[in-house]
């Protein structure tokens, strides 16, 4: 039994589309749609674009035989007064009936092959060779109409004119190989959307089931080019062969048999240059969304040959570059988007180097009473909140937040990008993270402490896992302070010395406050508040 497509989801959906729709074409021409147009629209699309192309290679058959016969090959002419019955009556019955029997015959091969597709099932591995071998299999059938005229025309003309089977048999074989590559060319430009179907389901197969590109050109030059070159020479043998051909009857078959080949020689390799070019031209326009940030670009996967590993491994690379740049956003978020630029930028060390810095660390007030009294799910969003605030002033300020710890964060200031004014921010940051939290989370509240100088920053840890953190006395120091901004009014303290490095405009909004000998220090701090 058959397994359903689950699909994606409406969004996915969506979305896919939205890209297909970005890339103009998505399967190389506005006739053939998108390439998650719904079945019954695309069995419709298929079915007329099958008949009319094949209808159309016919036609160019036709009218290379009839050319051919008439105007081109020397010999007896075929309205022989024997053949007139054959030509009213037989020949127009047969290729009537061709006309009709070749599409009829080529739809019941499509809708038995393709029922995975107007179904909505996921194909099995048959299914998609026998999918991808169905250009192949439709010139089968316009090989076999034509073989079955060119042994019916020549065995009349055997029997009725016998001078002539040859050059009637000569025509239908070369207009046969016309329509032949017409037909395959055709039927795969119009197979395209179920192409990518069954490509959607894995890469092109190892094992080639359809020609190649080199087999590909080489069949566009062979029939555009080589064989009717091929005709033109043995126009000029039958010249030499026949002594009733005159230059005026040679000179109008090398004519009309130029102008042949320039005019169907030329619809064969369009047709050619056409199959190749389209996979890459989807893959350059895929490539220029790329170049603007676009990653969520994807390409329909519709060629079986090397175009389609080409399409296969565009897709493959632009999936490797979402997911290196969703990691290189989770590591941002959680490191600090310039310690992970830092990171890609160099290979990282253990170890660190000594700068100058400011900290700022804010803790909250009452977070064991807040687990103990409130919901967790509760504790969680208020945390969230809190830390939303602090988050934003930071980035604002031109900080880095080094870590969250619980319930208190600690932001770095001049590491491990240098700042000119980087206390000044720090403090600047503090005065921020109070004043918005009063208004945003009355709920709770926090001690803010901000101190400033020398401090080893860089990782630490060991060569399989490390960390980036800043070690030193500024740390130990603003960890102290909060401690003592929670017995502050305001709930925000700085050391001096943080007051007085920073700039002038900052270190006006500051006052001296007091001098204390903070708890694990032996030297005493002067303290600093906000001017209120």
């Known amino acids: 039994m058959r397994q359903r497509s689950q699909g994606p ?12 729709q970005a890339l103009g074409s998505p399967l190389g021409s506005w006739l053939l749609g998108s390439a998650d147009q719904p079945a019954s629209v695309l069995r419709v699309r298929l079915h007329l674009l ?16 009839v050319t051919l016969v008439i105007l081109v090959i020397p010999g007896p002419s075929v309205f022989a007064p024997e053949l007139v019955l054959w030509h009213t009556v037989a020949l127009p019955a047969y290729v009537a009936v061709s006309l009709v029997l070749g599409p009829v015959w080529g739809r019941r091969r ?31 059938v316009q090989a076999v109409l034509w073989f079955g005229a060119l042994v019916l025309f020549t065995t009349v003309h055997a029997l009725l004119l016998p001078g002539s089977a040859f050059k009637v048999g000569f025509t239908v074989a070369i207009s046969a190989m016309v329509v032949c590559a017409n037909s395959y060319l055709f039927s795969e430009f119009a197979l395209r959307p179920v192409a990518a179907r069954a490509l959607s389901s894995g890469p092109p197969p190892k094992r080639k089931l359809v020609a190649g590109m080199t087999v590909r050109q080489l069949l566009g030059w062979g029939l555009g080019s080589g064989l009717p070159v091929v005709g033109l020479m043995l126009v000029a043998v039958f010249a030499l062969v026949r002594d009733d051909v005159s230059s005026t009857q040679l000179s109008v078959t090398i004519l009309v048999l130029g102008s042949v080949i320039l005019v169907f020689g030329q619809l ?45 491994g565009f897709n493959r690379m632009v999936g490797g570059l979402r997911e290196r740049d969703r990691i290189r956003d989770l590591f941002g978020r959680h490191v600090g988007e310039e310690v992970a630029a830092e990171a890609l930028a160099r290979r990282p060390e253990l170890g660190g180097e000594v700068c100058e810095v400011a900290v700022l660390f804010v803790d909250l007030v009452g977070s064991t009473t807040l687990a103990a009294t409130r919901p967790p799910a509760e504790v969680v969003g ?28 600690l932001a770095v200031f001049g590491a491990p990008v240098r700042r000119a004014d980087a206390p000044g921010q720090a403090l600047a940051t503090a005065r921020a ?31 399989s896992r490390f960390e980036y953190t800043v070690i030193g006395d500024p740390v130990n120091e603003a960890a102290r302070l909060t401690e003592l901004a929670k017995s502050v009014p305001g709930g925000v303290v700085a050391s001096m010395v943080a007051v007085e490095a920073a ?3 900052e270190a006006g909004r500051w006052r001296e406050h007091d001098e204390t000998t903070l708890r ?13």
């Not at 989801?9 to 297909?20: A, F, N, P």
């Not at 995975?116 to 299999?137: E, H, I, N």
């Not at 993270?433 to 401090?455: K, M, N, S, T």
């Not at 032996?522 to 209120?532: G, M, N, Q, Y």
Request: aromatic content about 4%.
């Open 503 to 505: 700039s002038n405009g």
């Open 50 to 65: 099958l008949i009319s192309l094949n209808l159309l290679s016919n036609l160019v058959g036709i009218a290379v035989a």
């Open 110 to 140: 499509t809708v038995r092959t393709l029922a995975w597709v107007f179904d909505g099932s996921v194909p099995t591995q048959r299914q998609r060779k026998a999918t991808l071998r169905m250009p192949m299999r439709l010139v089968r």
């Open 9 to 20: 989801s409406g969004r996915e959906s969506r979305d896919h589309e939205v890209r297909q």
């Open 268 to 312: 064969l390799m369009w047709l050619t240059a056409r199959a190749t070019s389209a996979p890459v031209r989807t893959v350059r326009q895929a490539l220029a969304r790329v170049e603007r940030g676009r990653l969520d670009t994807e390409v329909a996967v519709f060629d079986g040959t090397e175009l389609g590993l080409l399409q296969a």
């Open 433 to 463: 993270v109070a004043r918005r939290l009063r208004a945003e989370v009355p709920d709770c509240e926090a001690g803010i402490g901000v101190a400033a100088g020398q401090a080893v920053a860089g990782n630490v840890g060991h060569e």
């Open 520 to 532: 694990g220090r032996t030297e005493i701090t002067r303290v600093a508040v906000p001017e209120s």
């Open 382 to 409: 208020l945390l969230n909140r809190f830390f939303a605030v602090v988050v934003d002033e930071v980035d604002r300020h031109g900080g880095m937040v080094n870590k969250f710890a619980g319930d208190a964060v």
